[in-house]
């Protein structure tokens, strides 16, 4: 996959010349961004607990996972079309990714601040009542959503046994799990 690389320069010199022949003052950043071919193959995972469907409004291709954590490989073209005409996909983080490059080049960082990965989400449920309460307060509403299905899952599946857990999980979502 090729890329150009982000750099900042810092000149001592009043002027300098940059590559892209530009004068630069003294002191200034200068930050290139990042680039993916359109054609680069990108692996999107769907974050969202169910069946999600997505279309390229440009070609109207439509792509579908199953379920959460599903791959489909789209082009860098295909996932940039749906981020400009849907970004619900990103904000609500139903699109994941391995590589955040993607995520840079699209300048879409924001939205995945605290947002959890697919092994994050596997492994939420080992972590401490606190750890919990701390990661599950910062996710937006539509991975708390995910959280709470996972959970609820689990909890029918005798997956979670610890009470506090349990309690943990209905204190930061706002849900019952069990029945006591």
């Known amino acids: 996959m ?18 892209a022949n530009t004068d630069v003052p003294e002191n200034q950043h200068i930050k290139l961004r990042k680039t993916l071919p359109p054609e680069a ?21 439509e792509f579908i996972w199953e379920e959460f954590g599903d791959v489909q490989d789209l082009t860098f073209a295909d996932v940039k079309s749906i981020y400009s005409t849907d970004k619900a996909f990103f904000s609500n983080n139903w699109f ?3 590589d955040t490059l993607v995520l840079e080049v699209l300048n ?6 605290n947002a959890l990965t697919v092994e994050d989400f596997d492994t939420l449920f080992d972590k401490t009542s606190d750890e919990i309460k701390a990661i599950v307060s910062k ?7 995910s959280v709470c299905y996972k959970a609820r899952n689990a909890v029918a ?18 849900v019952k799990l069990v029945d006591r």
């Open 2 to 19: 090729a890329t150009a690389v982000t750099t900042t320069r810092r000149t001592t010199k009043t002027k300098t010349k940059t590559s």
């Open 108 to 113: 879409a960082e924001k939205y995945y601040t």
């Open 157 to 174: 599946n005798h997956e979670i046994d610890s009470l506090s857990v349990i309690t943990a999980l209905e204190e930061s979502l706002g």
């Open 139 to 145: 996710l937006n509403r539509s991975q708390r959503m």
């Open 96 to 98: 994941l990714f391995e």
């Open 41 to 61: 193959i990108i692996p999107v995972i769907n974050g969202f607990q169910g069946k999600l469907i997505a279309q390229n409004r440009r070609t109207h291709e």
